[in-house]
């Protein structure tokens, strides 16, 4: 059974920084997956955000967060996490992590993963 726990949100204010944390379990080939961080807010789609492949570390970014985000691995304890900097409000959301099986070949959206963590909710105040 896969899961995925994520850790490390919070309220913060603008300008600041918080590191969201997903830890997995359960998956034997941790080593060769797409980690995907999504978000949401309420009424809107769940959008991706930023995601690694772990065989190689390749990232990809949404426009939104480029150059603020970044998201790395350490395979050895099957985790990936979201270093979130320079926060704005719109950043506001519930952050989700997601496991796909497959390559990343771009930002998958959500229809392609293939397991979810339960959220973690970011706030940022102006």
């Known amino acids: 059974q896969v899961q995925l726990v994520e850790s490390g949100g919070g309220s913060v204010q603008a300008g600041g920084s918080l590191r969201l944390s997903c830890t997995a379990s359960?998956?034997?080939?941790?080593?060769?997956?797409?980690m995907v961080w999504f978000r949401q807010v309420p009424g809107k789609e769940r959008e991706g955000v930023a995601s690694i492949y772990t065989h190689g570390g390749s990232t990809k970014y949404a426009d939104s967060v480029k150059g603020r985000f970044t998201i790395f691995q350490d395979n050895a304890k099957n985790t990936v996490y979201l270093q979130m900097n320079s926060l704005k409000p719109e950043d506001s959301a519930m952050y989700y992590c997601?496991?796909?099986?497959?390559?990343?070949?771009?930002?998958?959206?959500?229809?392609?993963?293939?397991?979810w963590g339960q959220g973690t909710q970011v706030t940022v105040s102006s």
């Open positions: 359960g998956y034997t080939y941790f080593s060769s997956v797409c």
């Open positions: 997601a496991l796909r099986t497959y390559s990343c070949y771009s930002l998958p959206p959500a229809g392609w993963v293939n397991y």
